[in-house]
C-alpha cells in the first residue's frame, strides 16, 4: 500500500502555500509595489489550484468515491466545508487585491488576517477529509473505480498539467512527490514539467525565494 494519496499529497502543496503566505505577509515592506506584485502572482496560482482541486473533487472524485462505498452523508458534509471554504477564498482574493494596489503595510495586515482565517478553515476541513476518505483512497487503490477516476484527472491541457505538477512538487517531500508521480512514467513528467512547467517556475518560484 502507498504511504499516502495523490489527494493528500495536493493537500500538503495548499498547506505549504498558506504558510509561505501568512511568512510574506508578515514581513511585507510597506510601499513595496514589487513584493505586493509577486504575492499576486503566487496568489493567482493558488487561488486557480484550490479551486479547481474543489470543484474537481465535487465532479470527479465523489461519484468514483460513491462507487466504492462513501456514504452520501460524508460527501455532503465535505461539500458544505468547501462552500465555506470558498466564502473565506473569497474574502481574501478580495484582500489580495486590495494588497496588489496599494502595496501598503496595513493592507498587508489585512491580507494576513484573511489568510489565517483562509488556514483555519483549509486545515480543518483536510484533517476532516482525509480522516474520512484517505483510508479508501489507499484501500480501492488499483480499482477500476479509482483508475477511472484518475483518468478523468488527467484530462487537462498541458499547459495546464505542467503548472500543476510543477506547484505540487515545489518543496514536496520525497513521500508527497511520490505519491503524485508514482502513475506516471519518468520521461512523460520530465517532458509535461519541462515545457509546461516553465510558467510556474519562472513567475510563481521565485516569489518564495525571495
Known amino acids: 500500500m502507498a504511504d499516502m494519496s495523490m489527494n493528500r499529497a495536493i493537500h500538503a502543496a495548499v498547506r505549504r502555500d498558506l504558510g509561505r503566505f501568512l511568512n510574506a505577509l508578515d514581513r511585507f515592506p510597506d510601499g513595496d509595489r514589487q513584493r505586493a506584485a ?42 458544505a466545508e468547501h462552500d465555506t471554504m470558498a466564502t473565506v ?67 487537462v491541457s498541458p499547459s495546464q498539467g505542467g503548472t500543476f505538477f510543477a506547484w505540487a512538487l515545489d518543496g514536496a517531500t520525497p513521500a508527497e512527490s511520490s505519491a503524485i508521480t508514482r502513475t506516471i512514467p519518468k520521461p512523460v513528467l520530465t517532458v509535461i514539467l519541462g515545457l509546461f512547467g516553465r510558467n510556474y517556475r519562472k513567475s510563481v518560484a521565485p516569489v518564495w525565494r525571495s
Open 38 to 79: 509577486q504575492l499576486a502572482t503566487a496568489w493567482q496560482n493558488f487561488d486557480d489550484q484550490l479551486t479547481r482541486h474543489h470543484q474537481d473533487e465535487h465532479r470527479i472524485a465523489w461519484p468514483a468515491l460513491r462507487k466504492v462505498g462513501v456514504g452520501q452523508d460524508v460527501l455532503a458534509q465535505l461539500d
Open 89 to 155: 477564498l473569497s474574502t481574501t482574493r478580495t484582500a489580495m487585491g486590495t494588497l496588489r494596489n496599494s502595496a501598503s503595510a496595513a493592507d498587508a495586515t489585512a491580507a494576513r488576517t484573511a489568510m489565517a482565517e483562509l488556514q483555519r478553515v483549509t486545515i480543518e476541513h483536510f484533517e476532516h477529509e482525509e480522516e474520512e476518505i484517505e483510508p479508501v483512497y489507499l484501500m480501492n487503490e488499483g480499482t477500476p473505480e479509482m483508475k477511472a477516476m484518475g483518468r478523468e484527472f488527467a484530462k
